[in-house]
């Protein structure tokens, strides 16, 4: 029987226009694709309705379809598939491995001041948050339930703690994931998910989170490689503990370097890196973009 075909996603969240380090992954998810004869899918990560737009969408596909960038198979748009996320929670609620925590961002700064009043620096995560520190995780469920029940705002919290101990009783050993190299090579990286603590896996305005869903949908669209910036190479170590909790396979990963500014910073909309359509109204062609990436 024959193999399936490699599948790889670009998977841009449409709160900005594209700038050159979208393109740069694009490209390289493009590239890759190509070279090992796989289909390259587009995904529209658009949990986030206080910063995603429609007119953001619109731009993301046409700046990609001015790069020559081609797409297989149906878009998909995660706002349209909240219940697969609800769905996902729900298999994890039943493990006794999330818990609802109603802390406002004040009460996890004040807890956090406080536990640093007496010299001691609270552990930081990977990108440099300080880790909850689990004031919601006792409260009884029923009081908790209560408390949802009369409206409170809450997220929803993975117990880390947890959640190690019942990945540990899985079969499929040590949490870790394989990066793939151009020649299909393969090199094993461990992860260590605790040093992310409490993760919020649902959001007070939407019942998800990007690590959830970015899980869900890699296994529901049969992603094979995900290819993505190094930025979110820590992250994967959530997200193999949630494949493994999930029972859903753990594609292989690729994570490329990070186009920076000229002060050595990652480029951010946020910081007004230009974006590919201002480069487009100065005359910048796509293959002048596909040269100076590196893709020629
Ligand atoms: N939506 C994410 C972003 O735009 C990328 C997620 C991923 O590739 O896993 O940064």
Not at 9 to 19: E, I
Not at 51 to 70: K, M
Not at 159 to 168: C, H
Not at 201 to 224: F, I, K, N, W
């Amino acid at each position: 029987m024959a193999a399936s075909p490699p599948v790889f996603r670009f998977a841009p969240s449409p709160n900005g226009r594209l700038h050159l380090g979208h393109a740069l992954s694009a490209l390289a998810n493009e590239r890759l694709a190509a070279r090992f004869g796989g289909r390259l899918l587009l995904r529209i990560e658009d949990i986030d309705p206080g910063r995603c737009r429609p007119d953001y969408e619109q731009g993301v596909r046409d700046d990609l379809a001015w790069l020559g960038i081609a797409f297989d198979g149906a878009v998909r748009r995660q706002s349209e598939h909240l219940d697969d996320y609800r769905a996902a929670l729900e298999r994890l609620a039943g493990q006794g491995l999330i818990y609802p925590c109603f802390c406002s961002r004040q009460e996890v700064k004040a807890a956090i001041a406080a536990r640093e009043g007496d010299g001691r620096l609270w552990p930081r995560d990977p990108d440099g948050a300080p880790l909850y520190p689990g004031t919601c995780r006792t409260i009884a469920p029923d009081e908790a339930a209560a408390r949802i029940a009369a409206g409170a705002p809450h997220v929803l919290r993975l117990a880390m703690g947890r959640a190690l101990d019942a990945a540990s009783t899985m079969p499929g050993g040590p949490l870790g994931w394989r990066n793939f190299d151009d020649a299909g090579g393969l090199a094993a990286v461990a992860a260590d998910p605790a040093r992310w603590g409490d993760a919020v896996l649902a959001r007070r305005e939407v019942p998800t989170s990007y690590h959830l869903s970015v899980v869900v949908d890699d296994a529901l669209q049969g992603v094979s490689h995900v290819v993505r910036g190094r930025d979110l190479e820590a992250a994967t170590d959530i997200h193999v503990l949630l494949q493994r909790l999930l029972g859903l396979p753990t594609p292989l990963y690729r994570f490329h370097p990070l186009l920076t500014d000229e002060a050595g910073r990652k480029l951010a909309k946020s910081r007004g890196s230009r974006s590919l359509a201002e480069l487009r109204a100065e005359g910048a062609t796509p293959a002048a973009i596909r040269a100076r990436l590196g893709f020629t």
